[in-house]
């Protein structure tokens, strides 16, 4: 569609240069853009997802991978400025310099998580239109659902095709370890919160999952320096009470009458760059057990929240590429027809609003959505299973079927042909209401797409 609105379109320099940047876009990882209020800790979630620090910008910055570290910076229609990627302290920097306006800047790096994702650190006043104009998925961080969280999250889902196929949102309450002014069972507390959120009929329609994440302890997980791991190892050798009184407060835990060795400014970095929260958890799991850098890094992966976070980008997002690409182009397409209607487009605009009704894909997403929110119920087991079937854990065969280990093509055919025979006898269902019916009919169409994939 989008080759064939090019010819429609080829006397309009405009309309081209707009088609050519959506093709290009198929040959991309997804872009993910991580939006939220000021101070809300968008770049230091952005680091941990990277594993590298980088001083945060004021402009769109983009995170790419690359064999390289290089650095560019767009400024109006002109060419881009290349620029040096240099260190100020343990951080990287991106050197602007005399470079009055940026209004992207587009970072190469070399790191694994950008092989399959483009990460957009988006300027805290940015609209919705401008975060999502260029992103494919959004990340978006809140410490607690407000009243301004939930009008951009609508605005997010504000367009036709946008609410056909609600696909593209991961809502992160962020800084969970200030929850509870910062106790210990912080981080548990902040979890079951993000739960509680999953099923708000508020929240739900409006995003795919809600997850927590300490962004300092998962920065320290992917960037623990061994002279910081010694320093902490260091303070654990205090007794548990003691340690705790003088972690009160950061004027104590910096000042002159503290228990140890221990030059002020180094407790001045830890403070820094873990928080009070940070350096109590990481001292309380040293003394349990957990004394070595892998050990101690693995826990803070997990108990950050980071893990749970990279789970669900990948289910909710790198998994379905083809389907937040296409859904794209669809609202390119949808923009220049609005934009610039013509009478020979005509056939295209009716070839959209078919793809947008009839995509298998699009009408699976349809249904999670109806069925996480409430406006389509099924009777007991059947909706878990076909919130499975239908892609909301994740969109591999295994995952589908309820596998957690690795089932060879002959227990998969049979747990798939057992579970197309029940939903077709769900859906010819005569007694059934005609939602279930319209949704079992659904989870039969993907029942029957998994077959070819395991002769």
């Avoid at 410490?143 to 951009?152: A, E, I, P």
């Avoid at 962020?174 to 069972?185: L, P, S, T």
Wanted: net charge neutral; proline share 4%.
């Amino acid at each position: 569609m989008l080759q064939e609105a090019l010819a429609v379109y080829r006397d309009s320099p405009r309309a081209t240069a707009w088609l050519r940047s959506h093709l290009e876009r198929y040959t991309e990882p997804v872009r993910i853009a991580v939006a939220g209020r000021s101070r809300i800790g968008k770049s230091t979630v952005v680091n941990a997802l990277i594993g590298d620090e980088f001083v945060p910008l004021s402009s769109f910055t983009w995170y790419r991978g690359g064999t390289e570290p290089r650095a560019h910076v767009f400024s109006g229609p002109g060419r881009p400025h290349e620029v040096a990627v240099g260190r100020r302290g343990h951080r990287h920097h991106v050197e602007i310099g005399q470079i009055d306006r940026a209004d992207r800047v587009v970072v190469e790096w070399p790191a694994r998580t950008l092989r399959d994702i483009v990460l957009i650190d988006t300027p805290s006043e940015a609209s919705p239109e401008q975060v999502l104009g260029e992103a494919d998925a959004l990340l978006y961080l809140m410490r607690h659902v407000q009243d301004d969280d939930l009008k951009f999250l609508q605005a997010a889902n504000d367009h036709p095709i946008a609410r056909t196929a609600a696909i593209h949102t991961v809502a992160v309450l962020a800084r969970a370890d200030e929850i509870g002014a910062g106790r210990i069972d912080a981080l548990s507390s902040a979890k079951q919160i993000a739960r509680r959120y999953r099923r708000d009929v508020a929240v739900q329609p409006l995003c795919q999952n809600v997850v927590s994440v300490a962004g300092l302890l998962a920065v320290a997980a992917r960037t623990l320096r061994e002279d910081e791991f010694a320093a902490l190892r260091t303070l654990s050798s205090l007794g548990r009470e003691e340690l705790e009184d003088n972690l009160l407060s950061a004027d104590r835990f910096v000042g002159e009458q503290f228990p140890l060795q221990m030059e002020p400014a180094v407790r001045q970095a830890l403070l820094e760059r873990f928080g009070i929260f940070g350096v109590r958890l990481i001292t309380a799991l040293i003394r349990q057990g957990f004394d070595t850098q892998v050990k101690l890094t693995g826990q803070l992966v997990q108990r950050s929240g980071l893990g749970e976070l990279r789970d669900s980008i990948a289910i909710h997002f790198t998994e379905r590429r083809e389907v937040l690409k296409a859904r794209s182009a669809l609202l390119a397409l949808d923009v220049l027809f609005r934009m610039e209607p013509r009478q020979n487009a005509r056939k295209l605009m009716a070839d959209l609003e078919r793809v947008v009704a009839s995509a298998h894909d699009f009408r699976e997403l349809r249904l999670v959505a109806a069925l996480q929110s409430g406006r389509t119920k099924l009777p007991g087991d059947l909706q878990t299973e076909a919130l499975r079937l239908i892609g909301a854990e994740g969109t591999n065969p295994l995952v589908r079927l309820g596998f957690d280990y690795e089932a060879d093509t002959r227990e998969q055919r049979e747990a798939l042909l057992d579970a197309l025979v029940r939903w077709q006898a769900q859906a010819a269902d005569v007694h059934a209401p005609h939602d279930q019916r319209k949704a079992a009919q659904i989870v039969v169409r993907t029942c029957e797409g998994l077959l070819p994939q395991l002769r």
